[in-house]
C-alpha cells in the first residue's frame, strides 16, 4: 500500500501538488489522470524520490520514504517508467535489464531477466544497442521491461502508451492487463486517453492544478462535473 | 594461444625483459622512461575517473602530492618500510578525497573547478604546516627504493620495474572494474544517471568509490616519485602540471581507452625529451601543443583507438 499524506511540492512560487492526500492499492490497476499540468509527472517524481515534497508524507508498505534517496525506494519496490523513454545509456538491451535486476535485487537471474524479455518483445532485441537501435514502440517497452527488472510491488507507469500508434496501444495494454497478473505487480498509470483508464482500471484519481478532485470508478469520475470541466474549462451541460 | 594473448605475452616479455636488457645502460633513457611511465599511471587513474565515474578533474595534482607526503613522512619519520609506506601513501590520498565528496553532487566544469581548488587547498596545507611538511622548504634525503633479496629496486631499472608493475597492476583493477556490473552501471550514468538512479543504483556511492580508487592509484604514482626522486617541496608534489599533463597523455593516447592514456603518457613525454627538446631547446612545449592539437583533430578517440582500428582495416582487407 502506498499512503500519500498532505504532500505538497513547491517549485519556487509554483505549487505543483497541494496538500495531496491518496492511498494506492498495491494489487490492482489505479488510473491517474488530469489535464496538462495537473501535476501527476510531479506527483511521480515525488513518489519515486526524484522531486522532494515540502510538506506531508509519504509511505510505502508501512516504510515511510519521505527522506529515502531514489535508489531506495526503487529496492523497496517502487518501480517507475519515464514518459520520455530514458534507456540507460551505452548499454544492450539486455543490459539495461541486469544493471537494474542487480542493483535493486541485489543478484542475477538470467532465467527471469529472459521471462521479461519475452514478456515485453524485446528477446530478438536483447543484444542490440538500447539508444540507438530501438523504435519508440521498442523504447517504451524497455521502460516496461526495466522497471519489471526491479521486481517492483507498485510500477509507476507515466503516459507508456503516448505516441503508439493504435494497434502497437492496443497490443501495449494487453501487455499491461498481463503484467498485472502474471508478475503480481500494482500499477499506478497516467494516461489520457480516457478509452484506455476505463479499460484498464477499476480506480481513477484525477488532479487539477495539484490537487485530487475525483476519485472513484472510472463511471463515476468521467461524469464528475468537476472533472469535465477541468478538462473542457467549461461546466457540464 | 590466442592473437591477444600472444600479444600480451610479447608485451610483458619487451617491458620486463627487453627493455631492461637493451635501455638498462642507458640511465638518461631509462629515467624518461620511468617518468613517463608514472605519469601514465596519473594518466590512466585520472581516466578511470572520467570514463567511469563520469567527472573530468583538474585537481589530480592533490591526490598525487598527498600521497607523495604521507609516503615519505612516513618512511622517514616512522621508519615504515619504503612499499608498505608507498601502498598508505595511495590511502592517505583516498583519504583525503573524503574532504572532496560534496564537489560529486557538482556536474562538468563545476566539478572541474572546485577540485581544482581542493588541489591548491592541498598545497598551501603542505606549504603551512611546517612542522610535519618541512614548508616550503620541503623535505630530502626521502628513502631511495629498498634493495631485496640482492636485487635493488632503487637503481634505475629496479625503479622501471617497480613503476611498471604498479601500473600494470592499475590496468587490471580498472579492467575488473569495468568488466563487471558496477562497471556497466557506471557506464550508463553518465548521459541516464536519473534512469541508474531509478533502478536502484546508488550513483552517488558508485561515483565516490570511482574517486577513492582514481585517488589511491594516483597517491600510490605519487609515493613511488617521491622514493625516486628522494625530494619533495609543496610546489612541485601540489604542482598543477601533475593535473595538466596527464591529461594532456590521456586524451592524447585515447582516455576512453585502458591502455590508451600510459602509451600517450610514454609517447608524448619520451617525444618531447627525446626529438622536440633537441630541436627547441628552450619554448619546445609549443611542438606538444601541436602536436596533441593535430592529434584531437586528426583522431578525437586519441592515438591507441587510432592504431586499434588502422590494424583492424588492414587484417580485414587481407582476409
Known amino acids: 500500500m502506498l499512503q500519500l499524506d498532505n504532500v505538497t511540492v513547491r517549485f519556487g512560487g509554483v505549487i505543483a501538488v497541494n496538500g495531496l492526500s491518496l492511498s494506492i492499492a498495491t494489487d490492482e490497476v489505479t488510473g491517474l489522470v488530469g489535464p496538462n ?71 542475477i537471474d538470467e532465467s527471469r531477466l529472459r521471462e521479461i524479455l519475452a514478456f515485453v518483445g524485446l528477446t530478438e532485441k536483447a543484444g542490440r544497442d538500447a539508444t540507438t537501435e530501438l523504435a519508440l514502440s521498442e523504447l517504451k517497452a524497455l521502460e516496461v521491461g526495466k522497471a519489471l527488472a526491479t521486481n517492483p510491488k507498485l510500477l509507476l507507469l507515466d503516459e507508456v502508451l503516448a505516441g503508439l500508434e493504435t494497434v502497437g496501444k492496443r497490443r501495449f495494454m494487453q501487455m499491461l492487463k498481463d503484467m498485472h497478473a502474471k508478475f503480481g505487480v500494482g500499477i499506478l498509470i497516467i494516461e489520457h486517453d480516457i478509452e484506455t483508464i476505463s479499460n484498464l482500471c477499476k480506480r481513477v484519481a484525477v488532479l ?17 462535473p468537476a472533472v469535465i470541466k477541468s478538462y473542457t474549462g467549461a461546466d457540464h451541460a | 594461444m590466442n592473437a591477444r594473448s600472444v600479444a600480451i605475452l610479447l608485451a610483458l616479455v619487451g617491458m620486463y625483459i627487453a627493455v631492461p636488457l637493451l635501455l638498462g645502460p642507458n640511465l ?52 615504515v618500510p619504503v612499499f608498505a609506506a608507498m601502498f598508505l601513501g595511495g590511502v592517505g590520498a583516498a583519504v583525503a578525497s573524503i574532504a572532496m565528496l560534496p564537489t560529486l553532487r557538482l556536474k562538468g566544469p563545476y566539478f572541474a573547478l572546485a577540485i581544482l581548488a581542493y588541489a591548491q587547498i592541498f598545497r598551501i596545507l603542505a606549504t603551512e604546516w611546517k612542522s610535519v611538511t618541512g614548508g616550503s622548504g620541503g623535505l630530502s634525503s626521502i628513502p631511495r627504493l629498498p634493495e631485496i633479496a640482492g636485487f635493488d629496486f632503487g637503481s634505475k631499472v629496479g625503479n622501471y620495474l617497480v613503476i611498471v608493475t604498479i601500473v600494470l597492476i592499475f ?69 598543477g602540471l601533475w593535473s595538466t599533463i596527464p591529461i594532456v597523455a590521456a586524451i592524447f593516447g585515447g582516455y576512453r581507452t585502458i591502455l590508451g592514456p600510459v602509451i600517450g603518457a610514454v609517447f608524448v613525454y619520451l617525444i618531447d625529451q627525446l626529438v622536440f627538446k633537441s630541436y627547441i631547446p628552450s619554448g619546445h612545449q609549443i611542438m606538444l601543443g601541436a602536436l596533441l592539437a593535430g592529434m584531437v583533430l586528426f583522431s578525437p578517440t586519441g592515438l591507441l583507438p587510432w592504431i ?7 587484417r580485414h582487407a587481407a582476409a
Open chain 1, 37 to 107: 499540468g495537473a501535476g501527476k509527472t510531479t506527483l511521480f517524481n515525488a513518489i519515486s524520490g526524484l522531486a522532494r515534497p515540502s510538506a506531508g508524507r509519504i509511505v510505502f508498505n508501512s516504510v515511510d520514504v519521505l527522506k529515502a534517496p531514489v535508489y531506495r525506494r526503487a529496492r523497496l519496490g517502487l518501480g517507475r517508467t519515464f514518459q520520455v523513454p530514458q534507456p540507460l545509456s551505452r548499454l544492450t538491451v539486455h543490459e539495461n535489464l541486469l544493471v537494474a535486476q542487480r542493483f535493486a535485487t541485489g543478484s
Open chain 1, 208 to 224: 487539477n492544478f495539484g490537487e485530487l478532485i475525483a476519485d472513484g470508478t472510472p463511471e463515476d469520475v468521467f461524469r464528475n
Open chain 2, 28 to 79: 638518461y633513457v631509462m629515467s624518461l622512461l620511468v617518468a613517463s611511465i608514472a605519469i601514465g599511471g596519473v594518466a590512466l587513474a585520472w581516466a578511470l575517473l572520467g570514463n567511469l565515474g563520469g567527472m573530468v578533474s583538474f585537481g589530480h595534482a592533490a591526490f598525487f602530492g598527498v600521497g607523495s607526503y604521507v609516503s615519505a613522512l612516513l618512511s622517514m619519520k616512522l621508519g
Open chain 2, 171 to 239: 590496468a587490471l583493477i580498472y579492467e575488473r572494474i569495468r568488466a563487471s556490473h558496477y562497471g556497466i552501471a557506471l557506464r550508463a550514468m553518465h548521459d541516464s544517471e536519473d534512469a541508474t538512479r531509478i533502478v536502484g543504483v546508488n550513483s552517488t556511492f558508485l561515483k565516490a568509490m570511482m574517486l577513492f580508487v582514481s585517488a589511491f592509484m594516483t597517491g600510490v604514482v605519487g609515493a613511488f616519485n617521491a622514493h625516486y626522486i628522494n625530494f619533495l617541496e609543496p610546489d612541485y608534489g601540489f604542482s
Open chain 2, 308 to 314: 586499434v582500428e588502422k590494424f583492424k582495416r588492414s
